[in-house]
């Protein structure tokens, strides 16, 4: 028998499953049959994720440490012959992912001693794993109240030359489970064919993602039910449960290097038919209780736009000078450049724009062509009528009378009627119109006649 008898580690209460943010506690358990000299004993405990793209294969081609902390029980110096116990303790970050072990890769965490020896001697080491448990609770997770459904309609061929389509929807109850629940599954199947497709099935699947350099997808099935088959011409209706077995959850917070994935597969045997339903599975299930409520319903702009105003406006003024006939006063005489001004149209016509409370779709135009009033304005100068010719928007002429506000024009797919802007004043808008030389500055002088132009 050699020197060293027995080499432990254990961990107070014997406690194997931690939590983040948890400390953990134990001894190391030395048994020597002889005096050993060594130069220290170290307690080490860390964590880490290791990855491969090689099954059960421990040379790790990516690596992502957690933490890993050590301590030294006992300096340099030589143990009896005897039983020896070093006590060691240390915290796990609040931040550590859940355990794991796959084909491809594994989140390990362990407790491991070392007796360091002189030179020429031997040292010794042992190990111990323990487990890191997450919990994910279901109830914090965005999107997971309602339910989960699917569709998918395929085209296949039979018999060489016929032609079938197949109509498959399917849903879950739930978006999450924890282990134990019950999946109901519901689907509806389609056969618009001449021929009986092959069996229905729900499959509960699991799909681990390996983030190596070329990422690697081990998919599995966990656990399958079968129903029957849809004659031709027919529409079922299926319902199947699924338990969900022991399984890790959805969601490895904290590892950058694994990612879980699980989903319900509806299928059919023949023709190849089927959709996925994801779902999350968790450790603590969903409670009704803590569902939010549905948000009461804006009141729609319709009715805002009904509720009067009692406030005198320009806008309720130009409505009501649009609706009610009134005398409009007479306009202040304006003087004239020229003895024989061109006649302009008089301004007490009735406006050709639609009144202020104007509701979308009254302007004219079809269904296939949306209204852009709200959306479109076309600028004033797009109307001039004589090359060089500007028309300014928003500001005065320095002309000897004053000239009536520009107009915003709409863009209108149909008709170009101008319509007043806001906070114009209450009369109403003049139609589109040539010019007046007679009241503008530019140009000084009246335009050519007939002959004369005829004659340049």
């Known amino acids: 028998m050699g020197k060293l008898q027995e080499f432990e580690i254990a961990f107070d209460k014997n406690k194997v499953v931690y939590s983040p943010g948890e400390s953990i506690s134990g001894s190391?358990?030395?048994?020597?049959?002889?005096?050993?000299?060594?130069?220290?004993?170290?307690?080490?405990?860390?964590?880490?994720?290791?990855?491969?793209?090689?099954?059960?294969d421990t040379a790790w081609t990516m690596e992502e440490q957690y933490f890993n902390s050590t301590v030294s029980v006992a300096d340099k110096g030589t143990l009896k012959q005897g039983e020896h116990t070093f006590p060691f303790k240390f915290l796990i970050p609040g931040t550590a992912p859940t355990s794991f072990e796959g084909n491809y890769g594994r989140i390990v965490y362990r407790v491991r001693a070392f007796i360091d020896t002189p030179r020429?001697?031997?040292d010794y080491s042992t190990e111990k794993a323990f487990y890191l448990l997450?919990?994910?609770?279901?109830?914090?997770?965005?999107?997971?109240?309602?339910t989960c459904s699917s569709a998918v309609t395929q085209q296949f061929t039979y018999m060489l030359v016929k032609t079938g389509t197949i109509e498959l929807k399917a849903q879950t109850e739930m978006k999450g489970y924890t282990p134990s629940q019950i999946i109901q599954v519901m689907a509806n199947i389609h056969n618009q064919s001449g021929k009986t497709t092959g069996n229905m099935a729900a499959s509960l699947m699991q799909r681990v993602t390996y983030e190596t350099k070329k990422p690697t997808h081990d998919v599995r099935t966990i656990a399958e039910v079968e129903g029957g088959v849809v004659k031709a011409g027919k529409m079922v209706e299926w319902k199947e449960q699924i338990i969900v077995p022991p399984l890790p959850q959805s969601s490895l917070a904290g590892c950058e290097l694994i990612k879980i994935e699980y989903y319900v597969k509806v299928s059919l045997k023949s023709p190849d038919v089927?959709?996925?339903?994801?779902?999350?599975?968790?450790?603590?299930?969903?409670?009704k209780k803590l569902r939010p409520s549905k948000k009461a319903a804006p009141p729609s702009s319709a009715a805002a736009e009904d509720v009067p105003v009692s406030t005198s406006t320009p806008e309720s003024s130009t409505s009501t000078a649009a609706t009610t006939p009134t005398?409009?006063?007479?306009?202040?005489?304006?003087?004239a450049p020229r003895p024989a001004p061109r006649s302009r149209m008089s301004s007490h016509n009735s406006p050709s724009a639609p009144p202020a409370e104007y509701h979308q779709g009254a302007e004219g135009g079809n269904d296939g062509f949306p209204n852009k009033r709200q959306s479109q304005l076309?600028?004033?100068?797009?109307?001039?009528?004589?090359p060089g010719l500007f028309f300014p928007q928003n500001q005065?002429?320095?002309?000897?009378?004053?000239?009536?506000?520009?107009?915003?024009?709409?863009g209108s797919t149909v008709t170009t009627a101008p319509y007043p802007p806001e906070g114009a004043s209450s009369m109403p808008a003049p139609l589109i119109l040539p010019p007046d030389y007679g009241s503008s500055t530019y140009p000084q002088e009246a335009p050519p006649s007939y002959d004369e132009s005829c004659n340049t």
Not at 29 to 54: E, M, R, S
């Open 274 to 287: 089927m959709l996925m339903l994801p779902i999350h599975i968790g450790n603590v299930s969903l409670d």
């Open 396 to 410: 005065q002429p320095n002309g000897p009378g004053p000239a009536p506000s520009q107009p915003v024009f709409s």
């Open 378 to 386: 076309v600028s004033p100068n797009a109307f001039s009528y004589a």
């Open 327 to 335: 005398v409009p006063p007479r306009s202040a005489p304006k003087p």
């Open 28 to 56: 190391v358990t030395i048994k020597l049959g002889q005096p050993l000299q060594c130069k220290a004993i170290k307690v080490n405990c860390n964590g880490f994720c290791g990855i491969t793209n090689k099954v059960n």
């Open 120 to 122: 020429f001697a031997k």
């Open 134 to 146: 997450s919990l994910l609770n279901l109830n914090e997770l965005p999107d997971i109240w309602g």
